[in-house]
């Protein structure tokens, strides 16, 4: 987690520094952020504006927005109904999402009683996502089975 100046620089700063030298970097289309936040990043070299399918399979990096975030659970909440947000936050192995520091929340079912989520948020398909996947069913602990293998949060301070 990592709290980023509310600008488009600052955004595009703190992806690529996570990112490193890792492309292609596929960005899922925003929905409740500002897009302004996007368009710096998706002029760089090695973001893919219109990824084919082969791309999904291939790339390094993903950049979503979530809609909220839990402070207790440390997770954020995906809408993987929109756009490609649901391809982006699970196929490429690092995931990083940025979110508004207004919309966190203590607890989980505190985004079900307040109005500052409106109700048609809740119309559609979200994934809280808490971290890499992982499992430890077979044996040892292993990351990124189902998902990305890192998860990086930007939080919008």
């Known amino acids: 987690m990592e709290l980023v100046a509310r600008s488009p620089e600052a955004v ?7 990112a490193s030298a890792k492309r292609p970097i596929l960005i899922a289309a925003p929905r ?9 990043l998706r002029e760089w070299e090695g973001v893919l504006s219109h990824p084919s399918a082969s791309d999904y399979r291939s790339a390094a990096v993903g950049v979503t927005e979530a809609f909220a975030a ?3 659970t440390g997770s954020v909440c995906v809408d ?4 490609i947000a649901g391809y982006v936050s699970l196929l490429p192995r690092l995931h990083i999402v940025v979110v508004d ?13 307040l109005e500052q989520f409106s109700r048609p948020t809740f119309q559609r ?12 069913d077979m044996g040892p602990l292993v990351r990124g089975v189902h998902g990305p ?4 949060i930007l939080v919008l301070s």
């Open 80 to 83: 993987i109904g929109a756009d």
């Open 70 to 72: 839990v402070a207790r």
């Open 101 to 113: 520091i207004d919309k966190l929340v203590f607890r989980p079912s505190d985004l079900f009683r």
């Open 12 to 18: 595009r700063d703190a992806v690529l520094a996570r």
């Open 32 to 40: 409740y952020l500002s897009p302004d936040y996007f368009r710096p």
């Open 125 to 136: 398909s979200f994934v809280f996502i808490s971290g890499p996947s992982a499992t430890a």
């Open 149 to 152: 293998h890192e998860l990086h």
